[in-house]
């Protein structure tokens, strides 16, 4: 397939080429590459060689991205390519994340193809996930359009490193997010990310007050590099202020991987402070992740405390929310978008296209 032609780019002297689709604002020479390995410049103007060209295709339980107030119990088609646009020391898919497009094997689906390989599988939703979603945008979009035509909805699962350029564009088309809020200081980005903590902090105020689009939050605790306590207690209080207390945050465990393998795996007792902590200040849905405890993982019913979802991993034991997002105990909202056709369903995880 012949690279894509990109959006978000302006040509510079020489013809060198500006990308503008993340806050990196790559300069680039001709035949060279942003930092994302995607967007090349070909000839003095910017390409995408991500487009049409997914590194990995699997049929995921929607609570695997995650996503526990979203269509619950339900599987999604989940899709990456090659590249990213930050260079985190702990990435966990760093094999196609930290890779070129021709150092990965892909396959070629148009946007139509890939809405009627979840169509065929019976996904209600597609999840652009496994690498950043944003530094191949253009895909995601022509892929949303088609989606929504047919019914089914679209999930971005992203590190929320975007310009205010491409925003609107981008999420005009998304239905649900989950944002890696990677750590709550300027440090850690800084160093252990590549990248800077603010233009994260905007994107998710941005989702909050300009977007119907249903999002979670997602923080990877990691030892000795953001789990300080008064860290979590910021970062839980920031979102409670600027987001409010009914955005389900995930505190997820890391294990060793990638450049940071001599860190320990997040102890459990860390991530039950986080929670509890979280919790403490008034937020409504905290959950943890990359380990194996039914009670952090369920979902309550903040006016009555039952049991409304139980997970055990990401399987659905138990379902008590009605159709209308209602617990079905005392009737009380309980945030989400919520489906009819929800019930308890053991996870599986099988490739999309044989």
Not at 183 to 208: G, M, N, Q
Not at 298 to 312: A, E, V
Not at 314 to 339: M, N, R
């Amino acid at each position: 397939m012949p690279a894509t032609e990109a959006r978000w780019w302006s040509p510079l002297e020489n013809k060198r080429v500006v990308c503008n689709l993340c806050p990196r604002y790559c300069k680039i020479g001709e035949d060279q590459a942003g930092f994302c390995f995607i967007r090349k410049n070909e000839g003095g103007r910017l390409v995408t060689l991500g487009y049409g060209q997914p590194a990995a295709i699997q049929i995921d339980p929607i609570e695997k991205k995650p996503l526990n107030h979203f269509l619950p119990g339900t599987e999604i088609f989940s899709m990456g390519t090659a590249g990213c646009n930050m260079g985190c020391f702990f990435c966990q898919n760093w094999d196609i994340s930290k890779a070129k497009s021709d150092q990965v094997h892909s396959v070629s689906l148009s946007p139509e193809e890939v809405v009627q390989n979840a169509i065929q599988n019976g996904c209600p939703s597609i999840a652009f996930t496994y690498n950043e979603p944003t530094i191949w945008a253009e895909y995601v979009i022509d892929i949303s359009k088609v989606a929504h035509q047919h019914g089914i909805k679209t999930v971005m699962v992203t590190n929320g490193y975007i310009t205010d350029e491409a925003f609107s564009e981008v999420y005009q088309w998304i239905d649900a997010a989950n944002v890696d809020l990677k750590a709550f200081t300027e440090d850690f980005y800084s160093h252990i990310t590549l990248t800077h903590l603010e233009p994260v902090l905007k994107t998710l105020k941005r989702l909050k007050n300009e977007t119907s689009v249903w999002f979670e939050v997602t923080n990877l605790i990691i030892p000795s590099h953001n789990d300080a306590e008064e860290e979590t207690r910021q970062l839980a209080q920031w979102i409670l202020d600027n987001l409010g207390d009914s955005v389900p945050l995930h505190f997820t465990a890391f294990h060793p991987d990638f450049k940071l393998r001599d860190k320990p795996r997040t102890p459990h007792t860390t991530l039950h402070r986080a929670r509890q902590m979280a919790m403490d200040l008034g937020l409504k849905y905290v959950y943890e992740g990359n380990v194996l405890c039914s009670e952090s993982q369920t979902t309550y019913c903040p006016s009555c405390r039952k049991s409304l979802i139980q997970r055990s991993w990401h399987d659905v034991l138990k379902y008590h929310i009605s159709p209308q997002g209602q617990c079905e105990f005392c009737g009380a909202v309980i945030a989400g978008v919520f489906t009819p056709s929800a019930h308890t369903r053991k996870a599986t995880y099988r490739f999309a296209i044989q």
